[in-house]
């Protein structure tokens, strides 16, 4: 990705956020001289990796496959004194925009419609070895077992949430018609570097190419840019 269509990236998904009367933390909002004034005070946030995170997953192109995503709290899954025991995310989609198939071994995550359109989602089983399964798909959406075929769309209405366990494989985006999306995660602990599985060719974080200067760091580059 270019360095310029992250930076529109984010000012949309802020734009987003304010629209829909949320404000992330304050350093979500720093220019580059703030993040190098406060360099010493970041290694909690360095560590457990939050902040922006832009994405096309590789594929190039953003329009879609990929997102926005802010990640508010986290730990650290190899160290319970670093962090908090869980993670919450912002994950801000526009029409025609999904996040590829994969699966956790360790996240069980809720997926929350925070406001703006309706969230389609695509689930299916996997076995141990990560291959994917033709078997009916057992999941929570808000405390009520629900039952659908496998890759049937569900659609998870502004309020609403599913809840989705390890090795069960999931496609979301908006549902086209709707508008924007503001949907949330609410997990377990998340490391984005070891425990996300695709099954599509996709890679976790995107090259950049810097054809202009930083608005906002990402998640994965504070030991590269501070």
């Known amino acids: 990705m270019k360095r310029s269509e992250i930076n529109r990236a984010i000012e949309w998904a802020k734009g987003l956020l304010a629209r829909n009367n949320i404000r992330l ?13 406060n360099k010493e005070a970041l290694d909690t946030i360095r560590r457990v990796m939050l ?52 699966y956790h071994l360790s996240k069980t995550e809720d997926i929350i419609n925070r406001a703006g359109g309706v969230l389609a989602v695509y689930l299916w089983n996997t076995d141990d070895a990560g291959r994917q399964l033709d078997t009916s798909v057992h999941v929570f959406m808000d405390g009520i077992e629900r039952t659908f075929r496998p890759g049937e769309k569900i659609l998870v209405y502004p309020g609403d949430s599913i809840s989705l366990t390890p090795h069960m494989a999931h496609v979301f985006g908006p549902e086209p018609g709707y508008g924007e999306l503001v949907a949330g995660e609410v997990s377990k602990v998340n490391d984005d570097n070891t425990d996300n599985y695709f099954l599509e060719p996709t890679s976790r974080f995107s090259e950049i190419e810097e054809d202009e200067a930083v608005l906002h760091p990402l998640c994965n580059e504070y030991s590269k840019l501070i």
């Open 51 to 102: 902040g922006w995170d832009v994405t096309d997953f590789g594929t190039g192109n953003f329009a879609e496959t990929g997102g926005v995503l802010y990640t508010v709290r986290n730990g650290d899954m190899g160290d319970a004194s670093v962090g908090v025991p869980y993670c919450e995310k912002y994950i801000l989609m526009k029409e025609g925009q999904r996040l590829p198939k994969h």
């Open 25 to 37: 933390p304050g350093y979500a909002y720093w220019d580059m001289d703030k993040w190098a004034e």
